[in-house]
């Protein structure tokens, strides 16, 4: 894992500073909300329904056992014993008073901890494959190159004021389990001609004009990396609309100029870059990745006793491949059964802490789909881990099943929100579990969003449920055949919405026709594609 | 000619120059473009800085506008500048705030005239927040700061 050095420390205490000294000339009313707000912002500070909520980084999803635990610390602290896993790979608390935001800061920054930049008109914390570096599909590990892009996007000097908000996710694997063409940038690690490099696809994202980000350049060679981004980013800085912050994305940019017309002036802005000296040296990244290389695997069991048929679920359905065959990557689910989705006590995410450090070498990944992974579990270990996990609420057998929902804060939380999505979530869940149906409809990813912001990743489920308000009541739509992975599509309204009992029947419905109708070793996404939509309809409204 | 556009050397309030400080008649840059005795000229948001490019020369100030201060654009212009050899000096006017000074600085702007004065010992911190910086920007070019990468491997 990266460490910082006196460099990464000195940037984060400099932060901490200068974000005390902002507060404090908030409160001595030097400045105003107004002027307060981006900076707060670019600092994970939001004002919602009931509070503040402090959103806090964790670059590319990786984080070590201390840093976990003090995650869980902050919760029981200056949280109400909560924190919610999101769908950027990162942690949020909701219930933060101001004056305590400042400390809570300092606390991270002990743990080489942030929120910089986790919010506000910047680029993001940089998300990545949750595998990475386990994964027995992918080139390298991704994450030296997401490293190399966090320093380079932290207090970037010309990029803070951008448009709208950024997000940058790098992968390394045909595999695509980071939503990478739902990004502002999506960059693919790939190798050509026995030769490593960057392919990039830019102007994806979710949001109410949900677009899948077109590639605009196949192969990036490494030591021109960061300049290749920064002419990406100062091309929609100078062009990115600001006369209307719903067209504001570069999403919106690339659409209205055309992929090849950006394209051609990204490259000519690269051309130009190339020749001011942005790059870093070549050997900072050879110094980032051994930060990244493996630990020592050993040898050992291959298969686990599967004579209790609880603990032979679980590792059906919640440990994956490793690249060694004697590991597994091991999911920790925060979707039991009528739970909210990504929610984990102080206490649970201290023995998440304590069960890496334990079984999967002092590591734990944030998945964008809000579960937690060990990444390299030894087989032989896996009984014990899921003993103990079993034991906190944290064995629900759910990866990749209809219990394993996204779901937004939604209304419950969140200010911008129409409808509540947490409540839905938890109906479908139980629902599906009362009835014993989870297993099998097998693969079937669900997402939910309170409003068409989309937080909740509805375009790209296989089922996607929106909230909106109509008239003053809560409606759901339901839409059906989206995907985020490297199948990337993006679903389709069914037609018109339902009140909240009729969501959850109309789900129900939807997963009937599937199970009517599927194939041989079809998911329902499969099923989806072959048949289309009319069947489904007829079924819901008919 | 527009006589009242830009501002008067007395509404500067942080200088890192020392030569006069230019007090021109300040043009716009389709103005600038067309006029070629105009020496001092103001971006606004929406310009094109690469158009000032063939002009550099003759330009003693550039004044770069920030109606607001959400709008990063002129940060770019800045740079571009810079990139393209301008010396001159680089004023950054409007809603110019404490907490965008030190990108500001960065990017390449050396004159401040904000609309509303700053608090002088605010301003002084806020110009030095950061001891380090992960990019390289205008402030390698002038000053020839090293980036914490470039530090790591000397």
């Known amino acids: 894992m990266y460490k910082y050095d006196t460099y990464d420390q000195a940037m984060v205490d400099a932060r901490v500073a200068e974000f005390r000294d902002q507060a404090n000339r908030r409160l001595e009313g030097k400045l105003t909300e107004d002027q307060f707000k981006p900076l707060r912002l670019m600092n994970g500070l939001y004002l919602q329904l009931h509070a503040y909520m402090l959103r806090v980084a964790i670059p590319y999803g990786t984080l070590n056992s201390e840093q976990m635990t003090a995650l869980g610390d902050i919760a029981d602290k200056y949280d109400r014993g909560y924190g919610h896993f999101t769908t950027r790979q990162n942690i949020q608390y909701n219930w933060i008073k101001l004056e305590d935001a400042a400390d809570i800061l300092e606390d991270l920054s002990k743990v080489e901890m942030h929120a910089i930049q986790t919010s506000g008109n910047c680029i993001r914390n940089i998300s990545s494959d949750h595998f990475a570096g386990a994964a027995h599909d992918e080139l390298v590990d991704p994450r030296p190159y997401a490293e190399l892009l966090r320093q380079w996007s932290s207090f970037h000097p010309e990029f803070t004021y951008l448009p709208r908000k950024f997000k940058i996710a790098v992968i390394a694997a045909e595999k695509d389990r980071a939503a990478m063409r739902l990004h502002d940038i999506g960059i693919q690690i790939v190798e050509q001609n026995g030769e490593i490099g960057a392919r990039f696809y830019v102007g994806g994202g979710m949001g109410r004009t949900p677009m899948i980000a077109p590639m605009i350049r196949d192969f990036v060679p490494l030591d021109q990396l960061v300049t290749y981004a920064e002419a990406c980013l100062r091309v929609y800085n100078r062009y990115g609309r600001r006369d209307n912050k719903y067209k504001a994305r570069i999403k919106i940019l690339v659409h209205e100029m055309g992929a090849e017309e950006y394209t051609r002036q990204v490259e000519e802005e690269f051309a130009h870059l190339l020749n001011q000296g942005v790059e870093p040296p070549r050997e900072e990244l050879e110094r980032i990745k051994p930060f990244f290389a493996d630990p020592v695997f050993e040898d050992g069991p291959k298969t686990v006793d599967r004579s209790d048929p609880d603990f032979a679920l679980w590792v059906d359905r919640n440990t994956v491949r490793h690249k060694h065959d004697s590991y597994v990557s091991a999911v920790i689910s925060l979707k039991p059964v009528g739970g909210i989705p990504g929610d984990a006590t102080g206490e649970q995410i201290r023995i998440m802490a304590r069960l890496a450090k334990q079984y999967s070498f002092d590591e734990l990944r944030v998945m964008h789909t809000q579960n937690i992974v060990l990444p390299h579990v030894k087989i032989a270990d896996l009984h014990a881990l899921w003993t103990e996990l079993d034991a906190a609420d944290l064995g629900a057998p759910n990866l990749d099943t209809v219990e394993d929902i996204i779901a937004c804060p939604g209304l419950d939380y969140c200010a911008l929100a129409n409808a509540r999505s947490i409540t839905v979530a938890q109906r479908i869940s139980e629902n599906f579990a009362a009835k014993g149906r989870t297993a099998e409809l097998g693969e079937l990813k669900l997402k939910i969003s309170g409003c068409i912001n989309a937080c909740g990743h509805h375009h790209a489920g296989h089922i996607g449920i929106l909230g909106v308000d109509k008239k003053g009541k809560e409606n759901y739509q339901l839409s059906l055949g989206g995907s985020e992975a490297e199948d990337v599509s993006l679903a389709k309204i069914t037609g018109p919405g339902f009140d909240e009992d009729g969501v959850v029947g109309a789900v129900e419905t939807v997963t009937d026709v599937y199970l009517d109708q599927r194939e041989e070793g079809e998911r329902f996404l499969d099923t989806y594609r072959r048949i289309g939509m009319a069947p489904f309809k007829e079924a819901l409204y008919d | ?154």
């Not at chain 2, 070629?36 to 002009?55: C, K, M, Y």
Request: with cysteine; aromatic share 8%; net charge negative.
């Open chain 2, 1 to 154: 000619m527009t006589d009242n556009l830009g501002t008067s050397p007395d509404e500067v309030q942080f200088r890192f120059r020392d030569d006069e400080v230019a007090d021109h008649g300040t043009v716009t840059v389709d103005a600038c473009c067309d006029q070629t005795n105009a020496t001092a000229v103001r971006i606004e948001p929406g310009d094109d800085a690469r158009q000032l490019l063939p002009f550099l020369d003759r330009l003693a100030l550039v004044e770069v506008n920030f109606p607001s201060f959400a709008d990063g654009r002129g940060y770019s212009a800045a740079r571009i500048l810079r990139e393209a050899g301008y010396t001159g000096e680089l004023r950054a006017v409007g809603d110019v705030l404490i907490d965008q000074l030190s990108h500001m600085r960065r990017c390449g702007f050396d004159a401040f005239a904000p609309d509303t004065p700053l608090n002088e010992d605010d301003a002084r911190r806020a110009f030095a927040t950061w001891e380090n910086v992960y990019q390289s920007a205008a402030d390698a070019r002038e000053q020839g700061r090293k980036t914490i990468q470039e530090l790591r491997h000397d």
